[in-house]
């Protein structure tokens, strides 16, 4: 059963980055991970059972999340770049939409759980409606990319929904809001509140170095002259072919990015998407003057554009992996 929570936060959330775990938790590193893939049973599956499935972004998911990355943080004295990457984002605006535009809760739910409750999934779905509009209050948006990708979610959890008279309501109430949402105008995070702080800790993972957005820009138009042509990074950043399961982000599949392009050589394809990267989530570029650099710079067409353009909204700053920036 779903442990659905009010949408009025507790006060232990206005510390969620600051406290509220249990100190005397000590559990081994394997574990946490396991914990970790548990709680996000609803974002993504993983093959283990969770004792206790949480909707994302309730008030006791958040609370849990923010107890495991700092035990995970505690448990090395060299703390995994990946969890605290993951700990700093829990500052940004992703908590603001319990249902995210990248998976299906629904979905998973249903896939999870030997019983279900209607009236506890219709309550989730309202609860994600909710809190999406209270944030859309406060000028947190999906992109029209985000927004597109979000109605196809519910559209393919619709049909499953049909014995679950409750559910299926809250689902169509969810359907119309969306129809009249209007999605912010940049597609990058930079236009986000707090954008381009996200922005600075993804590149600073991605680039292992704590340089300014437009110092590394600099820098990539520099060694851009100079490169030849290295396929094997569009290959790996349009597929899953280099994928591996040693990450802890489910927004990868858990995958570990970095290690991912570990031995993926920097050439000309790299640098001109890192340069889309840096225009979409630094400088407000529009997906229309994206495609058209993508498509003329890379010469690929525009269906295999778009696939890059999808890969560049969906982890920014992904294509700024290992730039060799000595």
């Given at each position: 059963m779903i442990k659905f929570t009010q949408l009025l936060l507790p006060i232990c959330f206005a510390f969620l980055l600051f406290g509220c775990d249990d100190a005397s938790n000590s559990h081994s590193e394997a574990e946490l991970v396991t914990s970790l893939k548990q709680l996000n049973t609803l974002l993504y599956s993983s093959q283990s059972e969770p004792n206790d499935v949480l909707w994302p972004m309730?008030?006791?998911?958040?609370?849990?999340?923010?107890?495991?990355?700092?035990?995970?943080?505690?448990?090395?004295?060299?703390?995994?770049?990946?969890?605290?990457?993951?700990?700093?984002?829990?500052?940004?605006?992703?908590?603001?939409?319990?249902?995210?535009?990248?998976?299906?809760?629904?979905?998973?739910?249903?896939?999870?759980?030997?019983?279900?409750?209607?009236?506890?999934?219709?309550?989730?779905?309202?609860?994600?409606?909710?809190?999406?509009?209270?944030?859309?209050?406060?000028?947190v948006r999906l992109s029209r990319f985000e927004l597109n990708a979000l109605i196809r979610q519910l559209a393919n959890a619709e049909q499953q929904l049909e014995p679950f008279p409750a559910a299926k309501a809250a689902l169509a109430e969810f359907e119309s809001y969306l129809k009249d949402y209007s999605p912010?105008?940049?597609?990058?995070?930079?236009?986000?509140?707090?954008?381009?702080?996200?922005?600075?800790?993804?590149?600073?993972?991605?680039?292992?170095?704590a340089q300014k957005p437009a110092d590394v820009l600099n820098r990539l138009l520099i060694i851009k002259q100079s490169v030849n042509?290295?396929?094997?990074?569009?290959?790996?950043?349009?597929?899953?072919?280099?994928?591996?399961?040693?990450?802890?982000?489910?927004?990868?599949?858990?995958?570990?990015?970095?290690?991912?392009?570990?031995?993926?050589?920097?050439?000309?394809?790299?640098?001109?998407?890192?340069?889309?990267?840096?225009?979409?989530?630094?400088?407000?570029?529009?997906?229309e003057h994206a495609l058209t650099v993508l498509t003329t710079q890379l010469e690929i067409d525009e269906e295999r554009a778009n696939r890059?353009?999808?890969?560049?909204?969906?982890?920014p700053a992904l294509a700024m992996v290992n730039i060799p920036l000595g």
């Open positions: 309730s008030d006791r998911y958040l609370t849990k999340r923010d107890s495991l990355f700092k035990q995970l943080l505690r448990t090395s004295e060299k703390p995994s770049p990946e969890v605290q990457l993951l700990a700093i984002e829990q500052r940004f605006t992703e908590r603001f939409f319990p249902w995210p535009y990248n998976a299906n809760p629904v979905l998973n739910y249903l896939q999870s759980v030997s019983h279900v409750e209607d009236a506890d999934v219709a309550d989730s779905i309202a609860f994600s409606q909710q809190k999406m509009s209270n944030a859309y209050q406060d000028k912010r105008r940049s597609p990058g995070i930079g236009a986000l509140p707090n954008g381009k702080d996200w922005y600075q800790a993804r590149l600073n993972y991605f680039t292992n170095a042509s290295e396929p094997q990074f569009l290959i790996c950043f349009t597929s899953a072919k280099c994928a591996n399961n040693s990450g802890l982000d489910w927004r990868t599949k858990y995958s570990d990015r970095r290690a991912e392009f570990a031995a993926v050589p920097f050439g000309k394809e790299q640098a001109v998407i890192a340069e889309v990267d840096f225009g979409i989530h630094a400088q407000a570029w529009s997906s890059v353009l999808a890969k560049i909204l969906q982890e």
